[in-house]
């Protein structure tokens, strides 16, 4: 109405305007809440195989003596205890029980309200969780985008694994998820080129890496050092091109989304390293409604 | 065009979109800026201690063509028994290798510490003999021209000995 008035008299608000308007689009993309409620359940169902079997250590630290504490910054920001077995075990299960009553909740379609706080919850104990595994010494890299879903997910309201309206706070958690994996991938090569610097892709870090944990598959590779000088070049370039992946059709991302999950089941057969939370995060860009709905045509 | 109040499209199969208000749009906009921001700001200029907005590091460092690829691990005396090989784990002190590569500084600097291993060990194993010492070793291949030799090369980096008096590792 006013809009076109306004634009003529400061050229550079029409244009500030669209900006505006095509970010506020790009994020707020419905998704259908099916597609965010199919997402909760495998988060919520990955969650206790994660803590119980990939990564239960966490529930070790809880028998460690306190001098090998080494509480991370936000350990001791708000300040989080001093992890004791009690506290390992309530947390470890806690979490655990939490999400299995959570996936039977959003597969029920039962109590928003309360899947909302449960799902809240989760993600509390889970940040505690990831304190009491990364504060002795080493921080694992391979679970931001699952933090960011546990964050997220309690924000997109509620959903049903049928239900096909399209949803603007489910499409901004999604994205959230989806901007968390390309974030990794991308901010992982800038690590490697500040702290290895550009010759890190000719560099023994991968032959370093089958020396320690490499398998019959990678082991003969150490024999043709070109080979893994070779992938470390395609593994930064891999990584610097990522961030294409939140911009293109959904068919093609469909099929790099194939492509990254085959990348890493590779790495895992060669140095036994797999970042399965950051994988489960890679679903955030397939349409996973139609898994329960037959699409529309 | 961009307008989010425009009405939905009256197609009888397509239901209409569920809508966020310009204030929950906002506040999401500005979570979204905040925690990408603190990101980067952490992978250009912070470190591990700044989890979960730190660095993405894993296998970022160079290692040289030539020279060495180590990996530390634990050996421990009981009462009476010889030097005896003990893979640091979850499951036999409470961490893993890169913990302890990533304390490696400070049982350098205060072997004494290696006495809490000792006791993390008898915590997690009470049934078990406690350990009476206790090095951390650095097991070092030989690597020329980006291929291992095989000739492995052992150094002690830190060790400790339980009081005689306490007559035991740990409490």
Redesign the interface.
């Known amino acids: 109405m006013s809009t076109p008035t306004r634009a003529e008299r400061r050229p550079g608000a029409a244009m500030g305007s669209?900006v505006a308007?095509?970010?506020?689009?790009w994020?707020?993309m419905?998704v259908p809440?099916a597609r965010i409620a199919a997402f909760r359940v495998l988060v919520y169902a990955f969650l206790p195989l994660d803590m119980l079997v990939l990564r239960?250590?966490g529930?070790?630290?809880g028998?460690?003596?306190?001098?090998?504490y080494?509480p991370?910054?936000?350990g001791r920001l708000l300040p989080l205890p001093t992890p004791t077995p009690t506290l390992v075990h309530l947390v470890q299960y806690g979490a655990v029980a939490i999400s299995v009553a959570l996936v039977v909740l959003i597969a029920g379609n039962r109590a928003p309200r309360v899947q909302t706080w449960l799902a809240a919850s989760i993600f509390l104990l889970y940040?505690e969780w990831?304190v009491v595994s990364?504060s002795?010494?080493?921080?694992?890299?391979?679970?931001?985008a699952f933090?960011?879903a546990l964050a997220v997910l309690p924000?997109a309201?509620r959903a049903a694994l049928r239900d096909?309206?399209?949803?603007?706070?489910a499409g901004?958690a999604l994205r959230?998820v989806q901007?968390g994996v390309v974030?990794?991938y991308f901010?992982?090569a800038?690590?490697?080129v500040?702290?290895?610097?550009w010759?890190?892709v000719n560099?023994?870090?991968?032959?370093?890496?089958v020396?320690?944990r490499g398998t019959t598959l990678a082991d003969p590779l150490?024999?043709i050092?070109w080979t893994?000088?070779l992938s470390q070049w395609f593994i930064l370039t891999l990584e610097f091109v990522s961030p294409a992946l939140l911009f293109v059709r959904p068919k093609i991302q469909q099929y790099a989304v194939a492509f990254l999950v085959s990348f890493h089941v590779m790495t895992y057969l060669m140095i036994r390293i797999i970042f399965m939370p950051h994988v489960v995060c890679l679903a955030a860009f397939l349409p996973l409604e139609r898994i329960l709905n037959r699409p529309?045509k | 065009m961009t307008s989010q109040e425009a009405e939905p499209t009256a197609s009888p199969e397509v239901e209409p979109t569920a809508e966020l208000s310009t204030t929950g749009k906002r506040s999401r906009l500005a979570v979204a800026a905040v925690i990408f921001g603190l990101l980067t700001v952490g992978a250009f200029f912070g470190n591990d201690d700044y989890f979960p907005l730190g660095p993405f590091r894993m296998y970022a460092t160079s290692s040289q063509a030539t020279g060495e690829i180590a990996v530390v691990a634990l050996e421990m005396k009981t009462e009476g028994s010889d030097w005896t090989l003990v893979r640091p784990s979850p499951g036999t002190v409470g961490m893993n290798v890169a913990e302890f590569e990533g304390q490696l500084p400070r049982f350098e600097e205060d072997p004494e510490l290696l006495a809490a291993v000792a006791a993390s060990r008898s915590a997690l194993h009470p049934d078990e003999p406690g350990w009476t010492d206790l090095r951390i070793v650095r097991q070092a291949t030989v690597v020329v021209d980006k291929v291992p030799t095989g000739e492995v090369i052992e150094t002690v980096l830190a060790e400790w000995s339980a009081p005689p008096d306490s007559g035991e590792a740990g409490q």
């Open positions: 669209r308007g095509a970010v506020s689009h994020w707020f419905p809440r239960p250590w529930a070790a630290h028998y460690v003596d306190p001098d090998l080494r991370l910054m936000i940040l990831m990364f002795y010494g080493k921080v694992d890299h391979d679970r931001f933090l960011v924000t309201g096909m309206t399209p949803s603007q706070s901004w959230m901007v974030a990794t901010l992982a800038v690590a490697k500040r702290f290895g610097g010759g890190w560099s023994t870090t991968i032959a370093r890496a020396i320690r150490l024999q050092p893994l000088q529309t």
